[in-house]
């Protein structure tokens, strides 16, 4: 052997690996970008998919903000009942001052009082002095009487009759606010039939100055 000889490490590449070898890197690339557009097409399915729900949510909020407001409106035009209530009440305590009488006719009777008083003082029949001093002024006493029980016969009637007008209730009306409104309409009518009886002397006729003397 000829050690000057070289011999060549280098064996000759076979075609056949090559190609098995070739197709490898093709199979390898191939199931990158497979895999790649797998993910690509995940990543928009769940964007698509967020988006979605994202529309769907903002529309179910949407309506739920609209329910809402339905019913804030809808309870807000419901009438609370309130002023009917309130009604009833001033009615019955108007129909009680109507029966017992008021500061206000008892000034308007001492006013009456003093101006016969004074029409009087030059002198005037025992006739006009009853006239003046005291049919005058138990005549003031029997309007103002009159005049309050006229508002309570007339806010009870409203208290009575304030569901039938305006938006309707879904509950009825208190018991209790009829009955007290009931109550107010009936001394209402008592104290306007006494007032008028009082101011055109029905009930208890004016001392005559036959009487007086």
Same mark, same amino acid.
């Given at each position: 052997?000829?050690?000057? !000889? ?11 690996? /090559? ?7 093709? #199979? =390898? @690339? /191939? ?6 557009? +797998? +993910? ?8 698509? /998919?967020?988006? %979605? =729900?994202?529309?769907?949510? =903002?529309? @179910? ?5 609209? *329910? ?11 009438? /609370? ?7 009833? +009440? ?5 129909? +009680?001052?109507?029966?017992?009488? #008021? &500061? ?12 016969? $008083?004074?029409? !009087? ?7 006009? $002095? ?5 049919? *005058?002024? &138990?005549? #003031? ?9 006229? %508002? ?18 879904? $509950?009825?009306?208190?018991? &209790? ?18 007032? @008028? ?8 006729? %004016? ?5 007086? $003397?």
């Amino acid at each position: 052997m000829n050690p000057r !000889t070289t011999t060549n490490p280098t064996a000759p590449a076979d075609p056949e690996a /090559s190609e098995v070898s070739a197709a490898a890197d093709a #199979s =390898d @690339v /191939s199931d990158v970008s497979g895999a790649e557009e +797998v +993910v690509t097409k995940k990543a928009a399915a769940e964007d698509a /998919s967020y988006d %979605l =729900d994202k529309v769907t949510g =903002d529309a @179910v909020t949407e309506n739920e903000d609209e *329910d809402l407001d339905g019913l804030d409106d809808d309870s807000a035009k419901e009438p /609370s009942g309130l002023g009917a209530a309130a009604a009833a +009440v001033v009615a019955a305590g108007l129909g +009680v001052v109507a029966l017992t009488g #008021s &500061w206000t006719g008892k000034v308007a009777a001492e006013r009456e009082t003093l101006i016969g $008083q004074i029409k !009087t003082s030059g002198g005037g029949t025992a006739a006009q $002095q009853i006239s003046e001093i005291y049919g *005058d002024a &138990w005549h #003031s006493t029997a309007l103002v009487n009159g005049l309050f029980a006229l %508002l309570a016969l007339l806010v009870g009637i409203f208290a009575l009759v304030r569901p039938a007008f305006g938006v309707p209730s879904a $509950q009825p009306q208190p018991g &209790w606010v009829r009955a007290v409104a009931t109550a107010g309409i009936a001394l209402g009518v008592l104290g306007l039939l006494i007032s @008028v009886g009082m101011y055109f002397d029905l009930i208890v006729a %004016l001392p005559t100055a036959t009487a007086a $003397q």
